[in-house]
C-alpha cells in the first residue's frame, strides 16, 4: 500500500483523507476536533492513528494545510518583533497610505495595524539607487548596535528592510550576517526574500509580519516535519502554500508569510481537477465550514492576487483570488439594537461550539438553526459520532433571537439561515457581477461540513443552474491537497519599457530567475524531468499605478514580443473594461514559478446503477418560516451512478448533509459527485 495524505486543519474541525495510489481510491475519511490551543497535538493524534491502521511504511506523502500564520496574524499571538531600515525611512511602516479602500468617506476608518512599536524601529545608515547601485555603504556599527540592543531587550525576531533592497539585496545579506554573529537564536526576516517588489509600505508591512509570525510558524512546521519522519520513516511532508502550490518545511522556514491562507487554497486546487475530470471550465467554488465561508470564481484556471489584508495588515504575498467572510455553521446570531437579526462574523468555534453540541455553549448558531429547521440531523451527526441536542438548540434560539424578535422559534431559525445565505450571496456576487462574469453562466461547487447544505439556497438566489457537489465534501479540502504540486517562486521588479528592450534581453532575465528557482527544487530532490517552470510578468501602460498580471509563453523574437503586448491589451480589457492600446507599455514585475510535479491520483469511476434510490427515513423539515413537510432522506453511501432525487430532499452522509430545496433535483455521476440541477425561478 501507498499512501498519498491531505490533512485540512479548519478552526472547528481537522479533516483528513488518505488515498491508495495503488489501488486508486480513498481508503480513509476522518474528522477530528480542532485544537486551536495546541494544533500538534491534533497532529501526534492523526498520525498515531494512521501508523495503527495502515502501517508505518505504508504512508509516501503527506500534504497539509493549516491555519497556523493566518490565526497567528488574527489572534494577535506572534513574538515581539523590531525592524531594520534605512536611514530616513523610520516612519514608513507607521505612515502608510492615505488610500482607505471602502471606508474612503470614513473619517473614523483605523488604520492599518502596526505589528510593533516605533521604538522598535532602526535607522541604519545604507542607501542604494532604485537600481540597486550603492550611493552609501552599509554602516556595519549601526547593525551592531541595533543586534546588541534587539538581544538585550528580549525581541525574538527582526524585520530587515532596507531602500530598494528588491534590485540589490547585498546590504540586507550582510546586514542578517552580523545579526546571527551577535543574536544567534533571533529570528531574521528579510525584505528581499519576503516580497522582492517595489512599493516600499508594502513590502516593510510584509516583512514585519513575516517576522512576527515566523518564530511561531517555523517551529509548528518544523515539528510536523519530524512528527512525519518519526511516525513514517518512509514519507515526505509538505505544505500548502497560499498559491496553491506546497512546500517542505525547509523552504518555508524564512518564508512562512506564503502560507497565510495554506487551508482555503486547497479547495479550489481541487474544485479545478474535478472540473477538467468534468469538462466544466467555469466554476465557483464555495467553501463553509464552521466558521468561515471560502469563495473563489474560476474562469478557467484559477485567478490570483498578489495583496491580502488579514485583520488589517496588508501584506504582499502571491495568493490564490479567494473571498472570505465570517460564515459558517458556528456563526452566532445575535439581536442588534433596533431589532435588527446579525449572523456572524463571530463564531462558536469548537469550543464551547454550537448549542445543539452540548458542550456549554449558549449562543445560537446557523447550524442550531438548521437543526430547528429539520435540514440537519436532530439526533446526530457524523454517522452518529457526534450527538445532537435538540432541546438545546431550541433554547438557544428562543431564548437570543425569537423571543426578542417576537417571533417563533421556527420563524427565527428561518430567519438566520436566510440572513447568514444573504451574506454569502452578496459575497458571491463581490467576485461574479462586479467583476464582469454572469454567475449564471457557472457551476457552484460546493463543500466544507456546511456547504452542500445552504448552497441551493445560496445558488437559487444568484440564479445559477447547476452544482456539483463532490463526494466526501466536507473534507474536500483535505482531498483537493492531493492534487497540488511543489512550487518554488522568484520574482523581482525591474520596471523595462517594451518598445525600448528586445525578446532576447526579456528571456534572459526570465532564464536566470528559472535556474534559481529549478535548482532549489533539485535540492528537494526531485528528478530533473518532473520539473517545469512558468513566466509571468506585471505588466502596464506608462504612468499607471498598478499591473495586470500576463502569462508569459516564450520570447524568441519580435512576434513574441507583439503578442505579449496584446495578451496585455486582452487582460487589461478583462480587467478594467477598457484597453488603450496606442499607449506605451512597461513590464514591471518578472515572476517565474518553478513547479515538481506530483502524479495525480487517479479518481476511479463506477458501473451505472439500474435500481432507484431509496430513503432510509422521513422527518419534517421546513423550506419557508410557515409550513413544514415530509421529507426523504437518503443515506449518501447508498446512492449509485444514475440514480435520481427530487427535491425536497435530503441526503447524509459522514462529513457534510445535502439539502434539496424545492424544484431542485439531482444526479449521482460515474464518480460518486452530486450533479444538481435547479429550474429557473418562476
Known amino acids: 500500500m501507498k499512501l ?53 511504511d505504508s504512508v509516501s506523502l503527506i500534504l497539509h494545510g493549516s491555519t497556523a500564520a493566518l490565526n497567528t496574524l488574527l489572534e494577535g499571538k506572534g513574538v515581539r518583533a523590531a525592524l531594520l531600515t534605512t536611514r530616513g525611512f523610520r516612519d514608513v511602516y507607521e505612515i502608510g497610505r492615505q488610500w482607505r479602500g471602502e471606508d474612503v468617506f470614513n473619517i473614523f476608518a483605523p488604520a492599518p495595524k502596526m505589528l510593533l512599536t516605533r521604538d522598535r524601529i532602526f535607522e541604519i545608515g545604507e542607501r542604494l539607487s532604485s537600481r540597486g547601485e550603492v550611493i552609501e555603504p552599509l554602516n556595519a556599527v549601526d547593525v551592531a548596535d541595533a543586534a546588541h540592543r534587539l538581544a538585550a531587550d528580549g525581541i525574538e525576531a527582526v524585520a530587515v528592510c532596507f531602500l530598494f533592497a528588491y534590485a540589490n539585496p547585498e546590504h540586507e545579506k550582510a546586514a542578517a550576517a552580523i545579526i546571527r554573529a551577535i543574536a544567534p537564536d533571533l529570528y531574521v526576516s528579510l525584505s528581499h526574500e519576503v516580497n522582492p517588489e517595489w512599493r516600499e509600505y508594502e513590502r516593510t508591512a510584509s516583512t514585519v509580519a513575516n517576522a512576527y509570525i515566523g518564530p511561531p510558524v517555523s517551529r509548528y512546521l518544523r ?174 434560539v428562543a431564548a437570543r433571537v425569537a423571543e426578542p424578535l417576537g417571533m417563533s422559534p421556527i420563524e427565527a431559525a428561518w430567519g438566520i439561515l436566510r440572513v ?15 467583476r464582469g462574469y454572469d454567475p449564471r453562466e457557472f457551476t457552484l461547487v460546493p463543500f466544507g461540513g456546511m456547504g452542500p447544505t445552504i448552497a441551493g439556497m445560496v445558488a437559487a438566489e444568484l440564479g445559477i443552474g447547476r452544482i456539483l457537489i463532490p463526494s466526501d465534501p466536507g473534507t474536500f479540502s483535505a482531498h483537493g491537497m492531493l492534487m497540488t504540486d511543489v512550487h518554488q517562486e522568484r520574482s523581482i521588479t525591474r520596471i523595462t519599457p517594451v518598445d525600448g528592450t528586445t525578446a532576447a534581453e526579456l528571456d534572459a532575465i526570465f532564464a536566470e530567475m528559472e535556474a534559481r528557482a529549478l535548482e532549489e527544487l533539485l535540492r528537494e530532490q526531485f528528478p530533473r524531468e518532473s520539473l517545469q517552470a512558468r513566466r509571468h510578468a506585471g505588466m502596464r501602460y506608462r504612468g499607471q499605478s498598478y499591473e495586470v498580471t500576463v502569462s508569459v509563453s516564450r520570447l524568441q523574437g519580435a512576434q513574441d514580443l507583439a503578442d505579449l503586448v496584446q495578451r496585455f ?18 513590464i514591471v514585475n518578472f515572476r517565474v514559478t ?89
Open 223 to 396: 515539528t510536523l516535519e519530524a512528527l512525519s519522519s518519526r511516525r513514517f520513516p518512509r514519507s515526505r511532508a509538505l505544505m500548502m502554500k497560499s498559491d496553491g502550490g506546497a512546500a517542505s518545511a525547509r523552504m518555508l522556514t524564512n518564508v512562512p508569510i506564503q502560507t497565510v491562507m495554506s487551508g482555503p487554497v486547497a479547495g479550489v486546487i481541487g474544485s479545478r481537477h474535478l472540473g477538467d475530470v468534468k469538462g466544466i471550465d467555469n466554476l465557483i467554488t464555495f467553501d463553509t465550514g464552521g466558521t468561515s465561508s471560502d469563495m473563489a470564481v474560476l474562469p478557467g484556471p484559477p485567478l490570483f492576487k498578489s495583496e491580502v489584508t488579514i485583520a488589517r495588515h496588508p501584506l504582499r504575498t502571491h495568493t490564490v483570488d479567494i473571498e472570505t467572510i465570517g460564515a459558517g455553521g458556528g456563526s452566532i446570531a445575535s439581536v442588534q439594537l433596533g431589532g435588527v437579526l446579525k449572523v456572524g462574523p463571530q463564531s462558536a468555534g469548537a469550543d464551547p461550539g454550537p448549542a445543539c453540541y452540548g458542550r456549554g455553549g449558549n449562543e445560537p448558531t446557523l447550524t442550531d438553526a438548521l437543526v430547528l429547521l429539520g435540514h440537519l440531523n436532530p439526533a446526530t451527526l457524523l454517522e452518529g459520532a457526534m450527538p445532537i441536542d435538540f432541546a438545546r438548540a431550541r433554547q438557544a
Open 420 to 434: 447568514l445565505a444573504t451574506n454569502v450571496m452578496v459575497a458571491m456576487r463581490t467576485i461574479t457581477v462586479e
Open 594 to 682: 518553478a513547479v515538481g510535479l506530483i502524479p495525480k491520483p487517479r479518481i476511479k469511476a463506477f458501473q451505472k446503477a439500474t435500481a432507484s434510490a431509496r430513503p432510509h427515513e422521513t422527518r419534517q423539515a421546513y423550506f419557508s418560516a410557515s409550513d413544514a413537510c415530509d421529507v426523504p432522506v437518503f443515506r449518501r453511501p447508498d446512492l449509485l451512478p444514475g440514480m435520481w432525487i427530487e427535491g425536497p430532499a435530503i441526503i447524509e452522509e459522514k462529513t457534510s448533509t445535502t439539502v434539496l430545496y424545492p424544484r431542485q433535483r439531482t444526479q449521482v455521476d460515474a464518480y460518486l459527485n452530486l450533479e444538481v440541477e435547479l429550474e429557473a425561478m418562476p
Open 4 to 56: 498519498r495524505v491531505g490533512i485540512d486543519v479548519g478552526g472547528t474541525f481537522t479533516d483528513v483523507t488518505a488515498f491508495d495510489e495503488d489501488r486508486g481510491e480513498l481508503v480513509a475519511v476522518r474528522k477530528y476536533v480542532s485544537n486551536p490551543a495546541q494544533p500538534a497535538a491534533v497532529m501526534e493524534e492523526i498520525t498515531q492513528d494512521l501508523a495503527r491502521d495502515f502501517g508505518a
Open 569 to 586: 491589451h486582452d487582460a487589461h480589457q478583462r480587467r478594467y473594461g477598457h484597453k488603450a492600446q496606442a499607449e506605451a507599455v512597461e
